[in-house]
């Protein structure tokens, strides 16, 4: 007979490598494009940049604790041990959820500027040859 735990806990290990490894790799992947290629070098990019190291620290703090959690070797850690990473954990979840919030109002803002511009440009956008296409 098959172990139904043993399997369900090397389904738990292999799942937490694959995110592991992929959220390692492209929140690197992510920073190093931002800041190797001048012309990705903005404000919006420099904040998703901020958004993936934010993400780094996650995936190199929450999700081991998650997976000492599911494979009980958690009460094995000194107290000042668990209260550091959970401490380091809700920071770097703060800071990844504050990122997004930044991101957000930065695209609202630019979207809005934008809209805004192009009601303040409509006078000088139409004229003789455009006014039929404006009124039909």
Not at 31 to 48: A, D, W
Not at 73 to 101: D, F, G, H, Q, R
Not at 110 to 135: G, M, Q
Request: charged fraction near 10%.
């Amino acid at each position: 007979m098959v172990n139904l735990k043993l399997i369900t806990k090397l389904v738990i290990f292999v799942v937490h490598i694959i995110v592991f490894l992929i959220g390692l790799i492209g929140n690197m992947m992510v920073i190093s494009v931002v800041f190797r290629i001048p012309r990705m070098q903005n404000t919006t990019n420099y904040f998703i940049a901020n958004l993936a190291m934010a993400d780094i620290f996650v995936t190199l703090i929450t999700l081991p604790l998650h997976f000492f959690f599911n494979f009980d070797m958690i009460e094995n850690l000194p107290t000042w041990a668990c209260k550091l990473t959970s401490y380091i954990s809700c920071v770097a979840l703060t800071a990844s959820v504050y990122c997004l919030i930044i991101v957000s109002i930065d695209r609202a803002s630019a979207n809005t500027t934008s809209i805004l511009r192009d009601e303040c440009d409509l006078s000088v956008r139409l004229n003789r040859s455009t006014i039929p296409f404006a009124l039909g």
